[in-house]
């Protein structure tokens, strides 16, 4: 069986995000005005960008895990001049995080570890590597040296 590291994320995050958008996972009415941080000038264009943060939060939290959501905003910040020289480090939104996190604790893929973060769950777990697996296969059949990964 495939796992996480085995496959490229992008793939991965975009099948999982067409996943979660079946399972309904619950997304904030404030979603389409928002900016992901302080670092951002606009908000996403991609309209699905919430189910795409929430498939990114949940590999993230499989490969990292247990990983708190400051760890996360540091993650998902990023760089913005100010004036003149290098551009400072800024933290991805909070509540983004936050929100998207209690909607996978909701849906059972991810579970709280008391003072340590946030981990995933054995049914999360099994989803990804379902996922991977299918993902694998598929890359098998276009390029068969992959064969070797399986």
């Known amino acids: 069986m495939a796992k996480v590291y085995d496959v490229p994320a992008d793939v991965l995050i975009e099948r999982l995000s067409s996943a979660l958008k079946g399972e309904e ?18 908000p996403p264009q991609n309209r699905d960008w919430w189910h795409t943060r929430c498939a990114s939060i949940m590999r993230k939290i499989y490969l990292h895990g247990p990983i708190g959501i400051n760890a996360l905003r540091n993650n998902y910040g990023g760089g913005k001049p100010s004036g003149y020289g290098a551009a400072h480090h800024k933290y991805a939104g909070g509540a983004i995080i936050r929100n998207a996190i209690q909607g996978l604790e909701k849906l059972g ?17 099994q989803k990804l590597d379902r996922l ?9 059949i276009k390029e068969p040296r992959l064969q070797m990964y399986s």
Do not use: C, N, Q
Not at 109 to 125: N, Q
Not at 132 to 140: A, D, P, R, V, W
């Open 25 to 42: 996972i619950p997304a904030p009415v404030w979603i389409p005005f928002v900016k992901t941080g302080a670092h951002a000038d606009k």
């Open 109 to 125: 893929y991810v579970t709280k570890v008391e003072k340590r973060g946030r981990i995933i769950s054995k049914h999360g777990m």
């Open 132 to 140: 991977s697996t299918e993902i694998l296969k598929e890359m098998i």
